[in-house]
C-alpha cells in the first residue's frame, strides 16, 4: 500500500475487556514500531519489530499490552483487561529497516476510549 | 536518560510572519534527530532527518538546522495551511530504535 494502514480507527471499549489492534505496514518495510499518544503527553514508545521478532518491548506498560507480527507484515497488539488509564491514540509506524539511520512513516492511529 | 524539549508549547504568527521553534535535546550519542509535522486526528507526518551539526534541509517554507545541543526550524513567510503540530524526535546512537520525542509546537498561522 501507499502508506501505514491502521485498525479500526476508533475503538470504544469497556474496562476490562480486551481489545485488538491491527497495523499493516509500508510494503517492502522490514521494521515496525508502536507508539502510544495520550492527551497533552508526547508519543511514546512500546515496542519495535524487525522481520517478526522484537528485540525491545521495553516501553509496554504492563503485562495486560503484548504485540506480535506475523509474515514479516501485519502486526496486532493485544490490550488485556483494559483500563481507563489505557485509553490514548495507538500509533504505528513501520522504517525501511531498525538499522537507524532510516524515516519512521507513521499511520493515522486507533483512538482507543475505556469506559 | 534522553531528553527533548520543545519551545514554545504554542504559537500564533501572522500570515508572512516568519519565525522559528526549538528542539533542544540530550542524548548519550546522536544517530538522527526528525521532525515530524502532525495535523489534529492523524499521524505524524515525516519531513526532515538531520544527521551531524551544521546540516540544514529545506522543503518549501521550512528550513531545519542542527547544532550540538539543538535544532531549529525555521518557517518563512508562513500560511495558514502550515498550522499544525511540530513534533521533534532523537534517536540514539546506541542499539535502542526508539525515537525519544518532544511535547510539540501548536503552530497557528493567521490569514
Known amino acids: 500500500g501507499a502508506g501505514v494502514s491502521q485498525s479500526p480507527s476508533n475503538k470504544v471499549t469497556e474496562k476490562g475487556k480486551d481489545v485488538e489492534l491491527r497495523c499493516d505496514p509500508i510494503s517492502g518495510h522490514t521494521a515496525l514500531y508502536w507508539y502510544r499518544q495520550s492527551l497533552g503527553q508526547g508519543l511514546e514508545f512500546l515496542i519495535y519489530?524487525?522481520?517478526?521478532?522484537?528485540?525491545?518491548k521495553s516501553g509496554l506498560p504492563s503485562d495486560r499490552f503484548s504485540a506480535e507480527r506475523t509474515g514479516g507484515s501485519v502486526s496486532t497488539l493485544t490490550i488485556q483487561r483494559t483500563q481507563q488509564e489505557d485509553s490514548a491514540v495507538y500509533l504505528c509506524?513501520?522504517?525501511?529497516?531498525?538499522?537507524?539511520?532510516?524515516?519512521?512513516?507513521f499511520g493515522p492511529g486507533t483512538r482507543l476510549t475505556v469506559l | 536518560e534522553d531528553q527533548v524539549t520543545q519551545s514554545p508549547e504554542a504559537l500564533r504568527l501572522q500570515e508572512g510572519e516568519s519565525s522559528s521553534l526549538n528542539c533542544s535535546y540530550t542524548v548519550s550519542g546522536l544517530r538522527g534527530l526528525f521532525w515530524y509535522r502532525q495535523d489534529p486526528g492523524k499521524g505524524p507526518e515525516f519531513l526532515f532527518t538531520?544527521?551531524?551539526a551544521g546540516e540544514e534541509k529545506e522543503k518549501e517554507r521550512l528550513k531545519a538546522t542542527l547544532t550540538k545541543k539543538e535544532s531549529f526550524l525555521h518557517i518563512t513567510a508562513p500560511k495558514p495551511e502550515d498550522s499544525a503540530t511540530y513534533l521533534c524526535a532523537v534517536q540514539a546512537d546506541t542499539g535502542r530504535r526508539a525515537l525519544t520525542f518532544g511535547s510539540g509546537t501548536r503552530l497557528q498561522v493567521q490569514p
Open positions: 509506524a513501520s522504517s525501511l529497516d531498525a538499522s537507524g539511520y532510516n524515516e519512521q512513516f
Open positions: 538531520l544527521y551531524s
Open positions: 519489530f524487525q522481520g517478526n521478532s522484537a528485540p525491545d
